[in-house]
């Protein structure tokens, strides 16, 4: 199945900086999601952005969306250290039926 | 808010046992979905139902069986576990094309 592919695969900041995550993937979409992992649990949604959609806000968070390149961007904005967690996309593909395809993840560690 | 509860944490079975992981979800929503975890791999979709007794393969669901005989109830059973199914166990529910709400994950391990 088409994975959505994140980059950088890590990312190390100190707190107070952004952090810019990316993320693309292959074939038309409903909607892309963002997850959050804290070390050994469950995942925690954070936005859906649909393919109508280019930009979208929540808090700190900022994700956007270019269909026409197949990608999105989830920007968080003034780090903290409780920042700290693996952050995965996901892409609800057309005709999926709404399952999604996970990417495999980005690791951000944000340095007190 | 949404809770999606999952029978166990951790668990250890013997090669052979049969094995049944079971996901609860409290909002009433239609779908339901069960996925291993493994390093490096990411999130990978076993089976997935989007109704009562209605039930999907996902990507890898060799080794794999599901149940769903009620709209919060979502168990997937491992036949004769191997040890190639050590991995964490998430379970997911959502409504149609919506976010999915996790469970807190079972680690398995076969041993």
């Known amino acids: 199945s088409q994975q959505g592919e994140e980059d950088p695969q890590a990312l190390s900041i100190q707190e107070g900086e952004n952090a810019t995550m990316n993320c693309s993937y292959k074939?038309?979409?409903?909607?892309l999601q963002w997850y959050r992992q804290n070390s050994g649990r469950g995942l925690v949604h954070l936005i859906l952005?649909?393919?109508?959609?280019r930009e979208k806000h929540s808090g700190r968070l900022r994700v956007t969306l270019d269909t026409s390149k197949k990608s999105s961007s989830l920007l968080i904005t003034a780090s903290r250290a409780a920042d700290t967690a693996s952050y995965f996309c996901?892409?609800?593909?057309?005709?999926?039926?709404?399952?999604?395809?996970f990417g495999k993840g980005i690791t951000l560690s944000v340095r007190p | 808010d949404v809770k999606v509860t999952q029978s166990s944490r951790y668990l250890v079975k013997r090669t052979g046992e049969k094995v049944f992981l079971e996901c609860v979800q409290d909002?009433?929503?239609?779908?339901m979905f069960w996925y291993r975890q493994d390093p490096g791999l990411g999130l990978r979709l076993i089976y997935f139902?989007?109704?009562?007794?209605?039930?999907e393969k996902g990507d890898i669901p060799e080794g794999y069986s599901v149940s769903r005989e009620k709209k919060e109830r979502f168990s997937l059973i491992l036949e004769s576990a191997s040890t190639n199914q050590t991995s964490m166990y998430l379970c997911?529910?959502?409504?149609?094309?919506?976010?999915?709400?996790f469970g807190p994950g079972t680690r398995l391990t076969v041993t």
């Open positions: 139902s989007y109704d009562v007794k209605m039930k």
């Open positions: 909002m009433d929503h239609e779908n």
């Open positions: 997911a529910s959502s409504l149609p094309a919506r976010e999915q709400y």
């Open positions: 996901a892409t609800d593909l057309t005709g999926a039926n709404s399952k999604l395809t």
């Open positions: 952005i649909r393919s109508n959609e």
């Open positions: 074939t038309s979409i409903n909607n």
